[in-house]
């Protein structure tokens, strides 16, 4: 994993702008602490900062290959998972290597099929090529949307990089927001519609799409999409293709020349993952698997069952690391560092996002850099397999809205009048909801529930999804700690796309054809345990700590925040005794301490981005 950087422009020598190169390529030495590379031309710049994960001696970046009177130049941040199959292949086409990493791999790959390189590909992965003779720049991610990339197109200059910090180091790109980019906060956040990069005239590349920018303009494309059809296979069939789907995703993303981990939780995805990872080790004659997990100091304490976390994660996590003979880490956090991590989560994202649970995400991720450097998730199996609790309720399938924020109207009566009549946020969120459901790939003649579910999945896969793998993604690129998710393989959600609601719930139980496919691979307990989200604070002290900083900010008249609240009921809201409360207002973990904790960091955002309000 990496950052890159970089712009095109036909107006403008820039290479003569090294300055400015330089100052967006520091953006990202998180992203990449271990090496850094620059290439410039005249009308291309660009930049890449290095994690070395594979072949630390021919790895680097950019990287710059000569065929047929062409020159290639590339800057790439990813991991392909099917490298050595790609690399014969080429070899058999006449190409030759010079290194073992997939770097040059994706290179060749494109400099053989050109653009449709991208329908062989298994990874995660967002990179660019530019082609020095044809003048010509070529840009794609990966069909999950993994790996983060974003652009600016101004006229005659395309500007590019891994992570919003990198465009708005450069002249040409403002940190202002707009009307839609106080919706996108105010009212959908800590979500993010696809490809809206908040600030204004600023996108991101859509998932499973790529881009092309030449003398002739800009344009995207989508190269990959699900698609709806009947799944013919039996029970017994779907549960084989699924374990093997499933086990040759897992052992496939622990190829890598540093040390690597699972992060575990005791719920039914780490676990299996862990599971595959330990058998693979020890049948490849590995040390023992490094397993990490994360709790707070006191939740044994304050921890209370609800509907969304129906028990703790402890007993499970100690349960699966001697069952699997890991060597196992716990990591606790307290209130005084979750505090401090709501403004680091901010840089991270460069937006305000899911408050302490980035922040923790980020401390997490930084203790475990410390022993190891490639980390295996549990993300997205919930959106894959139907494990959420939107999937199973009524009100949740009959809702109007999306099912993760349906306590809207509990968010905004804390928006001040200005800021409601400016974004609508109810008509804005219908908005964007109605055009994620005109999206779906229908299926002709299914059945009314069964299309509905089919709704469902797809909102989760391309507006929730999306919010957790940018949280992943920027929390541990934070620490320069990359994470893979073997769920997130195309294969696997291609798959389970198509397998029909009484198949995925096997045994009336959420992800019941994953339980039944991982049969013996973990104790049955384990295998039926309820479904818990990432762990969060129970401490009270975390309510008071955010509320009183709700109410410094409210104090302070220089406060950037002020004019977009209802600034009487934000304070009687943060003086109030709301520790029993439950206001779930975004997906299962987004409460009421949350909600404070929200708002400091749009304060923080406003303030240290120098965020202008058009």
């Given at each position: 994993?990496?950052?890159?950087?970089?712009w095109?422009?036909?107006n403008?020598?820039?290479?003569?702008?090294?300055?400015?190169l330089?100052?967006?390529?520091?953006?990202?030495?998180?992203?990449?602490?271990?090496?850094?590379?620059?290439?410039?031309?005249?009308h291309?710049?660009?930049?890449?900062?290095?994690?070395?994960?594979?072949?630390?001696?021919?790895?680097?970046?950019?990287?710059?290959?000569?065929?047929?009177?062409?020159?290639?130049?590339?800057v790439?941040?990813?991991e392909?998972?099917?490298?050595?199959?790609?690399?014969?292949?080429?070899?058999?086409?006449?190409?030759?290597?010079?290194?073992?990493?997939?770097?040059?791999?994706?290179?060749?790959?494109?400099?053989?099929?050109?653009?449709?390189?991208?329908?062989?590909?298994?990874?995660?992965?967002?990179?660019?090529?530019?082609?020095?003779?044809?003048?010509?720049?070529?840009?794609?991610?990966?069909?999950?949307?993994?790996?983060?990339?974003?652009?600016?197109?101004?006229?005659?200059?395309?500007?590019?990089?891994?992570?919003?910090k990198?465009?708005?180091?450069?002249?040409?790109?403002k940190p202002?927001i707009?009307?839609?980019?106080?919706a996108?906060?105010?009212?959908?956040?800590?979500?993010?519609?696809?490809?809206?990069?908040?600030?204004?005239?600023?996108?991101?590349?859509?998932?499973?799409?790529?881009?092309?920018?030449?003398?002739?303009?800009?344009?995207?494309?989508?190269?990959?999409?699900?698609?709806?059809?009947?799944?013919?296979?039996?029970?017994?069939?779907?549960?084989?293709?699924i374990?093997?789907?499933?086990?040759?995703?897992?052992?496939?993303?622990?190829?890598?020349?540093?040390?690597?981990?699972?992060?575990?939780?005791?719920?039914?995805?780490?676990?299996?993952?862990t599971?595959?990872?330990?058998?693979?080790?020890?049948?490849?004659?590995?040390?023992t698997?490094?397993?990490?997990?994360?709790?707070?100091?006191?939740?044994?304490?304050?921890?209370?069952?609800?509907e969304?976390?129906?028990?703790?994660?402890a007993?499970?996590?100690?349960?699966?690391?001697?069952?699997?003979?890991?060597?196992?880490?716990?990591?606790?956090?307290?209130?005084?560092?979750?505090?401090?991590?709501?403004?680091?989560a901010?840089?991270?994202?460069?937006?305000?996002?899911?408050?302490?649970?980035?922040?923790?995400?980020?401390?997490?991720?930084?203790?475990?850099?410390?022993?190891?450097?490639v980390?295996?998730?549990?993300?997205?199996?919930?959106?894959?397999?139907?494990?959420?609790?939107?999937?199973?309720?009524?009100?949740?399938?009959?809702?109007?809205?999306?099912?993760?924020?349906?306590?809207?109207k509990?968010?905004?009566?804390?928006?001040?009048?200005?800021?409601?009549?400016?974004?609508?946020?109810?008509?804005?969120?219908?908005?964007?909801?109605?055009?994620?459901?005109?999206?779906?790939?229908?299926?002709?003649?299914?059945?009314?529930?069964?299309?509905?579910?089919?709704?469902?999945?797809?909102?989760?896969?391309?507006?929730?999804?999306?919010?957790?793998?940018?949280?992943?993604?920027?929390?541990?690129?934070?620490?320069?700690?990359?994470?893979?998710?073997?769920?997130?393989?195309?294969?696997?959600?291609?798959?389970?796309?198509n397998?029909?609601?009484?198949?995925?719930?096997y045994?009336q139980?959420?992800?019941?054809?994953?339980?039944r496919?991982?049969?013996g691979?973990?104790?049955?307990d384990?295998?039926?345990?309820?479904?818990?989200?990432?762990?969060?604070?129970?401490?009270?002290?975390?309510?008071?700590?955010?509320?009183?900083?709700?109410?410094?900010?409210?104090?302070?008249?220089?406060?950037?925040?002020?004019?977009?609240?209802?600034?009487?009921?934000?304070?009687?809201?943060?003086?109030?005794?709301?520790?029993?409360?439950?206001?779930?207002?975004?997906?299962?973990?987004?409460n009421?301490?949350?909600?404070?904790?929200?708002?400091?960091?749009?304060?923080?955002?406003?303030?240290?981005?120098?965020?202008?309000?058009?």
């Open positions: 994993m990496c950052g890159f950087t970089g095109i422009d036909w403008e020598d820039v290479s003569q702008q090294t300055e400015t330089d100052g967006m390529s520091k953006t990202l030495i998180p992203r990449g602490p271990d090496s850094e590379g620059v290439w410039t031309t005249r291309a710049a660009f930049a890449h900062r290095r994690l070395i994960v594979v072949d630390p001696a021919g790895g680097s970046q950019p990287m710059i290959r000569t065929l047929g009177g062409k020159t290639y130049v590339m790439y941040n990813g392909l998972y099917n490298t050595d199959d790609l690399r014969n292949e080429l070899r058999a086409r006449g190409h030759h290597f010079t290194t073992t990493s997939d770097t040059e791999v994706l290179l060749v790959s494109y400099i053989e099929w050109g653009e449709s390189c991208l329908d062989r590909l298994n990874g995660i992965f967002a990179f660019g090529i530019w082609t020095e003779e044809e003048q010509k720049f070529f840009m794609a991610r990966d069909r999950l949307g993994v790996k983060p990339l974003f652009y600016a197109h101004r006229n005659s200059q395309l500007i590019f990089g891994s992570e919003l990198a465009l708005l180091a450069h002249p040409s790109v202002e707009r009307t839609e980019g106080l996108e906060i105010f009212a959908l956040g800590p979500a993010r519609t696809p490809g809206f990069g908040v600030f204004h005239n600023v996108n991101e590349l859509l998932p499973g799409h790529f881009l092309r920018f030449d003398r002739q303009g800009l344009r995207t494309k989508a190269y990959w999409s699900l698609e709806s059809r009947v799944h013919e296979d039996d029970l017994d069939t779907t549960t084989r293709h374990r093997e789907l499933f086990q040759d995703c897992v052992t496939r993303q622990l190829v890598a020349d540093v040390p690597v981990c699972t992060l575990l939780s005791g719920g039914i995805d780490s676990s299996a993952i599971a595959f990872s330990a058998q693979a080790y020890r049948v490849a004659g590995k040390p698997l490094r397993t990490f997990s994360v709790d707070y100091v006191d939740n044994e304490i304050h921890f209370r069952p609800n969304f976390q129906p028990n703790a994660d007993p499970w996590v100690k349960r699966v690391a001697s069952y699997l003979e890991t060597e196992h880490c716990d990591v606790y956090f307290d209130t005084p560092q979750l505090i401090d991590s709501l403004q680091v901010v840089h991270g994202r460069d937006l305000p996002g899911m408050t302490d649970i980035d922040g923790s995400l980020y401390l997490f991720c930084r203790e475990i850099k410390k022993q190891a450097t980390a295996l998730s549990g993300e997205c199996a919930d959106e894959v397999f139907g494990g959420y609790p939107w999937f199973h309720r009524e009100d949740a399938l009959n809702a109007t809205t999306f099912p993760w924020s349906h306590n809207l509990e968010k905004v009566k804390f928006f001040s009048n200005e800021l409601r009549e400016r974004i609508q946020p109810e008509s804005y969120v219908t908005r964007r909801y109605q055009e994620a459901l005109e999206e779906v790939p229908r299926l002709p003649g299914e059945d009314p529930h069964e299309a509905r579910i089919r709704e469902i999945f797809y909102l989760n896969l391309t507006r929730w999804m999306p919010t957790l793998l940018d949280r992943k993604d920027r929390m541990s690129m934070a620490v320069g700690l990359e994470v893979r998710v073997p769920f997130c393989d195309h294969r696997l959600v291609e798959y389970m796309w397998v029909p609601w009484s198949m995925k719930t045994g139980q959420a992800k019941g054809i994953l339980r496919a991982l049969s691979m973990l104790p049955d384990v295998l039926t345990r309820r479904k818990s989200p990432y762990p969060k604070t129970h401490n009270p002290s975390y309510l008071k700590a955010v509320q009183a900083r709700v109410l410094q900010i409210l104090d302070d008249a220089s406060s950037p925040l002020l004019p977009f609240i209802n600034q009487e009921a934000v304070r009687n809201f943060a003086q109030a005794d709301v520790s029993g409360m439950h206001m779930p207002w975004f997906g299962q973990l987004m009421v301490p949350q909600f404070f904790a929200y708002l400091i960091q749009i304060d923080h955002w406003l303030r240290e981005y120098k965020t202008s309000v058009q």
